[in-house]
């Protein structure tokens, strides 16, 4: 789990809090014990919102992976 600072992230992904706790997808794949392509999927089907650091490196952040789980809509698929 990473932990980023905001002033290092585009203003569009600011909160309200000064810093975030994010997963990676590998990370996220291994919480949810699906694969790496089933978060793809959900994230093509905009389930998931990304936070884009670069083209390659991909994260989501935590409180929104919680609130699915928390929903119902995520987690064992």
């Not at 699906?34 to 991909?58: D, F, M, N």
């Amino acid at each position: 789990m990473l932990v980023w600072k905001h002033e290092h992230m585009p203003k569009q992904n600011l909160s309200s809090s000064n810093t975030e706790k994010f997963l990676t997808r590998a990370e996220l794949a291994r919480r949810w014990r699906c694969s790496g392509e089933t978060v793809k999927r959900r994230q093509r089907a905009r389930l998931l919102h990304p936070v884009y650091l670069s083209a390659r490196k991909i994260l989501y952040r935590l409180a929104e992976v919680e609130a699915i789980e928390a929903n119902g809509n995520g987690g064992e698929a």
